[in-house]
């Protein structure tokens, strides 16, 4: 028994693997502190909840590693057509939960509930990594980049009709990440960006007026100081924590608003202090690096692109999440991967990880690398 229990964990990254466990670890026991001490949870349930989507994460990162990332690559539809098949089913019965106006969840029994643009998310990454390592060599040929981009395009069409701006902007990270990893000239990313540029006085006008004032509250927080409240207050939050912080278990906090979601961030900058927080952000850079360290020693393109989109996927949540947080980019929903309140987003980021640890796991180490 014990030898199958080493057997089982054998060349996993458990040290990767350790860092995951302990943000989720810090992501309940601040939950708990929000329940026990700010009654902004109503419910033990929600930590709960992200307790055991954290144990079942942390499960299926083990059991994913264990399989070959190159199959499910190429084995791409089964998982790529279910996953939109998920998205047009939400587009019927999706619905809103509350704090949101993006029906892009599904009610599921027990009270739970099932955000499908998360899992096509993994689907989209393992999808475009066949695509891209199929047609690597000629990648730069214009006939090519073109199937790619559509390609590409079909799951952000999906997150677009959701109307889920932050959802979107993670994936074009994501996308754009493995495009540059898979060797895309500079003259395109160029022309991409010159056709961005070009594009947004019409992506202006049919922004939501809402969506409109969050980004002009930015430049003018007095004037919209009624939409520029949870990010005022999530920055007094930040700042009321000083160096040390004033500690979970105590009634000496601001209300911050979300602070079990959208602003969990600022909620633990104020009661871990800046130094807590840098130790908090040091862990999640350590995955990012660790993860392209991974993908540099992939032996073949998949595993490589598998990891760079891991990689984007969670550089652009994070960078996100903490921007709104700090009122640098307007709020848009975009949870910060392991810590902000979410079943399905926590169990999604673990497999995630687990394509990561199994391209580590069939990639072993060697003196040069």
Known sequence: MNGNHNNFFKDTDLVFLSICAGCSFMSVLSLYAIYTHMNLITSVRTVVVQAIASIIGIALAVLISHFDYKEWCEQWKWHFIPSCGLMILTMFIGFAPPGTTNKAWIQL????????????????ILMLSYFLEKYRNNINEI????????????PLAFVAIQRDSGTLLVYCAMVACMFFAAGVSGKFIAICRGGLLALSPFIWSKMDPYKKNRILGLFDPDKYSTIMWQQNMGKISIGSGKILGKGFFTDNHNATPLAYNDFI??????WVGFVGIVIILGLIVFLWIRT???AGRSRDLRGTFICVGVFGMLMAQTVINIGMNLSVLPVIG???PLFTAGGTSVIVTYCAMGFVLSVARHNPKTLFN
């Open 334 to 336: 975009v949870t910060l």
């Open 292 to 294: 392209l360290r991974i």
């Open 109 to 124: 029994p027990f009270g739970l509930t099932l955000q499908s643009s998360e899992v096509l998310k993994i689907s989209t």
């Open 265 to 270: 961030f600022s909620f633990m900058a104020e």
């Open 143 to 154: 006939k090519t980049l073109l199937k790619l981009i559509a390609i590409a395009c079909v």
